[in-house]
């Protein structure tokens, strides 16, 4: 069974991180690239990072570049997305995927997808 736990999440003031992390099961990890997605409720999913296998390919979205960092741990089959300096408009449940990183960061390219994470940044 394919799974994507996202975890990480919480309630923060602004200027404050977060890490959080993705662990991938039940698929060959090697194989797809893991990107990170958050949704706003009645907004659409904005692609905001991702990262390929053998990390020949990272993007991240213009509209966190430099405060948001993916990185990977194929040992761990885990990926992670460092948060800095937290702002309110952070706010919304962020979900990792795997499928194909590119640019832009869309949603269609990935296959599976974990239940999300929420963050909540107070002002």
């Known amino acids: 069974e394919v799974q994507l736990q996202a975890s990480g999440g919480g309630l923060v003031q602004a200027g404050e991180s977060l890490r959080l992390s993705c662990e991938a099961s039940g698929f060959t990890f090697a194989d797809y690239a893991i990107g990170w997605f958050r949704q706003v409720p009645g907004k659409e999913r904005e692609g905001v990072s991702c990262?390929?296998?053998?990390?020949?390919?990272?993007q991240t979205a213009d509209s966190v570049k430099g405060r948001f960092t993916i990185s990977s741990d194929h040992a761990k089959t885990t990926v992670y997305l460092q948060i800095n300096n937290l702002q309110p408009e952070d706010t919304a449940v962020y979900y990792c995927a795997a499928g194909a990183c590119g640019d832009p960061i869309l949603s269609i390219l990935y296959d599976y997808w974990g239940q999300g994470t929420q963050v909540t940044v107070s002002s």
């Open positions: 990262i390929s296998p053998n990390h020949d390919i990272m």
